[in-house]
């Protein structure tokens, strides 16, 4: 295995840490919420009365915060090296494992893990570990 330290950036990864960190304790200050995105996406789908709103606000800023970046050429330094059917083949993967796994990556690992939940640990644990053996698999592994 080979580290590329030359290009490991270390301060976006921060700024988006302190970002998202930011974010869920906003929405759980002034609304009570957890910022588990799957559940707010999954939500604003049937949202019941005054939900609605505060989720497609939510979702809204999702979508507009990298637009916004780069409008004002902020270059997130953002690569995919795959097409657009893994693309979307990795998309539906991810949200089917969100629903049943209870939640995703924002809500287990940043809401659930601060707030002490083993349930939150287990998941984000389980989904880092399949992370880790997908890119192995996929990087590592003859025809890969």
Known sequence: ?????????????LAGGIAIGLAAAVLILFNGRIAGISGIVGGL???????????????????????????????????????WPAVIA????VGLGTRYA?????????????????????ATVTFMAA???TVFVLRHLPGG
Not at 62 to 69: D, G, I, R, S
Not at 90 to 93: D, K, P, R, V
């Open 102 to 122: 209870g939640g995703c990556t924002s809500g287990h690992g940043v809401c659930g893990i601060s707030r002490g939940a083993r349930r939150s640990i287990v």
């Open 90 to 93: 990795a998309g539906f993967l």
């Open 45 to 83: 789908l049937r949202a019941a009365a005054g939900e609605r709103a505060w989720r497609a606000a939510f979702v809204l800023g999702l979508v507009a915060a990298p637009l916004a970046a780069s409008a004002f050429d902020w270059r997130m330094g953002l690569r995919i090296d795959a097409g």
């Open 1 to 13: 295995m080979h580290i590329d330290w030359t290009h490991f950036t270390p301060w976006p990864a």
């Open 131 to 133: 992370g880790f053996a």
